[in-house]
């Protein structure tokens, strides 16, 4: 039988190691998405150069470029099933450049961090909820005055002034509509990029 209060010093201790652990683990993954990124400069330098330029129109088409070449896709044979199994570690290093070069303004966390925000989640995406897509929409400024605004691309702001999470942008637009966002966000999910 152990002493009073034994059982809660090893219990603070295994919360305490937990945590030590996690954080050790961010950041293993981190330098792994810095050696990936080091390694894949014909993948990922075009779009760290944009980015770094602040040609965010251009980084964002890029972007698109990026995740149909590392599926072996265009952008009209891309299908939603083709994102349930997309490798993580691309979705993060574009994440992370994303962010870097955005003062953290844009980046797929942060998408992902603005729709679990407004009270998305797993269970909205499986019930492919128009509604919560359409506020999505609204708040990273894709929709306005209850429209889409995809056809008007060419005039959006394409600076450090649009709305926070407007960027990466272009990706997103599918042949399968609100499908292919559902099931993107779930991959963020997934990948644990919240």
Not at 101 to 112: D, K, P, V
Not at 119 to 125: K, Y
Not at 152 to 173: E, T
């Amino acid at each position: 039988m152990s002493e009073p209060g034994t059982e809660i010093d090893i219990n603070s201790k295994l919360a305490e190691i937990l945590t030590q652990v996690q954080t050790l683990n961010k950041r293993v993954s981190y330098l792994e998405e810095t050696i990936k990124l080091l390694s894949d400069v014909d993948r990922y330098g075009n779009l760290q150069q944009l980015l770094i330029a602040g040609k965010f129109k251009e980084a964002d088409e890029e972007t698109t470029r990026v995740i149909l070449e590392a599926v072996n896709r265009t952008r009209d044979n891309l299908k939603p099933d083709d994102m349930s199994k997309f490798p993580c570690s691309t979705l993060r290093v574009i994440d992370r450049l994303w962010c870097d070069y955005s003062q953290n303004r844009f980046g797929l966390s942060i998408q992902l961090s603005i729709y679990l925000e407004i009270g998305g989640n797993l269970d909205t995406l499986r019930s492919q909820d128009v509604a919560m897509l359409e506020k999505y929409g609204d708040r990273v400024g894709w929709r306005k005055n209850g429209q889409w605004q995809g056809d008007n691309y060419p005039n959006w702001d394409f600076s450090l002034s649009a709305p926070i999470g407007c960027f990466p942008a272009i990706w997103w637009k599918s042949p399968y509509g609100l499908k292919m966002a559902n099931f993107c966000f779930m991959r963020l999910i997934s990948c644990n990029l919240a």
